[in-house]
Every structure is written in structure tokens, then in C-alpha cells.
């Protein structure tokens, strides 16, 4: 018998456990040549913030041993350009797209779900609406204003959820940083304020130095860390919040292969994204998945949810 591969958050039901990460695959077009979209088990689009984003100064990105320090600084085309130029595309896929919000103050981010709620309503009658959930950017490590510094506050995050719950009914997945003490205590704001999943994890905090010019290679001096670096630390922190919560958990970070996946949804996660890895090799999502049902085959796991039942500690 095949394995069940959806998977449910809030009323939003994935056709399988395999996702692309936001920031790592635009808002889908530009990778349209290259591989099926709509096998895709989500589409997570690049940040959308209400106003248009130039982003950092450039260079933007070093690689580092096992992984990337990114701080492309939300770069973005704004709301409106995103619901002009990104949408009527998005809204022709079968695959689920879920947006990312990010935003300088809170305002904003209310401003941008409901731009995009607005839209929804007023399109002529489109296949689908092109939005199936939001995505909420509480823990972009490189700006200066709101991104990390309101998701490491757990009653901001929850305000925040909570004010951002009334403006849609549609699934709220709030994306959590590494970069707390306490990632739990921040998971259980998000889940009071009204979230429907958490995703988890973001960048790390991380800085190269040239040692030539004795000057960081990234203008800001910092970015944030991703790649098969920051797997093991994204794994524990699925795990912690995993028991912390009851809403669903989408686990990331360093994933490259089938095994890297499995390990996620072993520490709890119900479901998956693919990030850095998608710079070295689009197909990688399609190769997970082949690996994700592979494993559950030779182990005759019913449903991907079975999953993180079978860890033993
Ligand atoms: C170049 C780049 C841009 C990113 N942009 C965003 C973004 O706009 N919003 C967001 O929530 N995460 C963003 N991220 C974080 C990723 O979605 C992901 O959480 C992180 O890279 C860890 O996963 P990975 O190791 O598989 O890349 C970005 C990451 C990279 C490398």
C-alpha cells in the first residue's frame, strides 16, 4: 500500500511533506524551467513587506564551510507589486503557495495580510486565489528594524499573532528564529496568540572575516546562517517545540537529502522545507520526497504523520 503523504495544517491540506523555502526560490517563476512546481508540497514565497525593499548593500552572500551567511535584507517588489506581478502567476499553480510576511512594525505586517486578503476577495474568478496561507517572518536576522528583534519576545510574538489571527482565515504559520534562549517559550506565544503551525528554524546569527582586508565580507558584518551547518541545531530546536505545542511544526534547515528530512519529522515535525540546498540543485525537493517514501516503504509507515511517533529516546 502507498504511504499517506499529506499533511494538514490548519484547514490547509499539503499533498506531501516537501516544501521550498522562503528566500531560497523567489516566488516560484524563477523556477518554472527547471522543475515541476506543482509537485511541490508548498511554495513558500520570498518576504513580502508593504513598501518595496531594495535589501543590503551588496556582497550579500559568503559560503562558509557547510553552509551560506546571507544578508540579503528582505529584498522585495512591495505589496502592491507582489499582488500586480507575482500573484496572477502564483494563482495558476496546483501547488499550495503560502506568502512570507515581513515587516519594520507590526502595522505593517497587518497591512500586508490584509492587502492580500483584499486582493483575494476582489480577483475575477481565478482557478484558485494563489494564496493558501501566510508565513510570518519573525526572526529575519539582517534588519535593522522588527524582523529577529520581534520574534525574540514571546508577548510581542503573540500580540502580533493575535492581531494578524483577525485579519485572516486563512493558516497562520508563524516562523520562529534560533536566536533565543528559550525557543519553546516562544513557540507556546505563537500558539496562544492563534497560530496554526510554526515554522522552524531561520538563520542563525553568523560573521566571516577576509582576512586580507581584515573586514567582514558582509557589509553589515553579520548575516545568517544556513545550510547542513545549522541541521543539527534545527532538529533539536523541531524537537523542543514539538513538545512544547500541539499545532503542527514545518522543520528546517540544512536539509539536502531524504535522510536530512526524516530526521526532522523523527525529532516531531509534520512536514518539511528545502532551502540553501536549492541553490546547488533545484530537483533536491523531488529527490527528498522519493527518499522520504522509499524509507516509509521499507518500514511500513502508514502516513508521514506516523513519523514522529517511531523515535525512541
Ligand atoms: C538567501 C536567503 C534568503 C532568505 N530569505 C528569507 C525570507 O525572505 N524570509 C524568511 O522567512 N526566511 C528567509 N530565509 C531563511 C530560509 O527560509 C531558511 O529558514 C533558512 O535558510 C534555513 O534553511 P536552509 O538551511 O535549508 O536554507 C532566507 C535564506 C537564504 C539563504
Redo the contacts with the bound molecule.
Sequence with gaps: MKPVLTVKIGSLVLPNPVGV????FGYGQEYAELIDLDSLGAL?T??VTLQPRAGNPPPR?VETPQG?I?S?G?A?PGLTAFISDKLPALARLRCPVIV?V?GSTQDEYAAVVEGIEEALATRPAAPRGGVDGF?I?V??PNVDHGGMSFGTDPSTVEHLTASLRKRTSLPLIV?LSPNVTDIAEIARAAEAGGADAL?C???LVGMSIDTERCSPYLPRGTG?L??PA??PI?VACVWKVAKAVSIPVIG????RCGRDAIEYLLAGASAV?????LFADPRIPDLVLSSIVEWMEAKSVASVGDIRMMLRI
Excluded: F, H, M
Excluded at 252 to 255: E, Q, S, V
Excluded at 273 to 277: E, H, S
Design positions: 523555502a522562503s528566500g531560497c513558500y520570498k518576504a552572500l551560506l546571507n540579503i528582505l522585495n512570507n515581513a508565513e517572518n526572526s529575519c516562523k515554522s528554524i531561520n538563520t545568517g544556513s545550510g545549522i541541521r534545527g528546517l534547515g540544512g536539509i522545507q528545502v532551502g540553501t540546498a
